[in-house]
């Protein structure tokens, strides 16, 4: 399997999108997340479909099931790799996406529980009583069950997702950073070696390649990391 870092391009418009990607010679596996794409819509997935890159779009839907199946009747119009729902929406809701990607080949993972999210804050937040690793678990196998491609995770329990949902099962997994840089608002952080070894089929980097000085060297090092060439 090509290791292919997913970038995520959290920019605020097309314009920074543009100068981002003008440092990059090669097709590039990108994110679009909700401040971008409520920014500029469609039209932004199909300057970057010209460009020749993959994409995933990452909107998080989460809604009653009749929606969510209108919403991804639309998105999958667009041609994008990979899009995703809140696996807290529940199984109806999870089916009703699929059923709406019908026909593409748009594949859907759901997330399970944010990076940014520590055990004690689903404890207290969320009310869920039992452990941050069973709660993630229990969402992976609803979406398998959903028939799902794979779900959003941390690389802490990407491993234990295989082993429960099957290695072909997609564990995108946010949060990583280099070992010498910041991580942010990110809790449940990992390197791309770590990611590598714990089973996580793609990781997404943002800031560490898009806030660097040389986003082209960030983004060769943490591949080359990430694909085990480091």
Known sequence: ???????????????????????????LFVK?????????????????????HQIFLDLKLHDIPNTVEAAMRGLAKLGVDLVNVHA???????????????GSDTKLIAVTQLT????????????IEVSLEESVLHYAKLAKLADLDGVVCSVHEA????????????RVTPGIRPADVSSDDQI???????????????IVVG??????????????????EWSGEA
């Open 116 to 127: 940014s999210t520590s055990e004690e804050q689903m404890h207290h937040d969320q009310l």
């Open 207 to 224: 800031r560490a390649i898009t806030k660097s000085e040389n986003p082209v060297t960030s983004y060769q090092q943490i591949s080359q």
């Open 159 to 170: 491993k234990a997702i295989g082993e429960v949902c099957g290695e072909d099962f997609l």
């Open 1 to 27: 399997m090509v290791r292919k870092v997913i970038i995520a391009l959290d920019f605020a418009s097309k314009q920074e999108v543009e100068n981002f990607l003008s440092n990059f010679s090669e097709p």
């Open 188 to 202: 449940r952080v990992a390197t791309p070696r770590q990611a590598r070894e714990q089973g996580s089929t793609h």
């Open 88 to 102: 807290a929406g529940g199984y109806a809701m999870m089916e009703a996406a699929k059923r709406g990607l019908a």
């Open 32 to 52: 679009v997340g909700m401040e971008l794409y409520y920014q500029e819509g469609p039209e932004l997935l199909r300057y970057l479909k010209s460009l020749g």
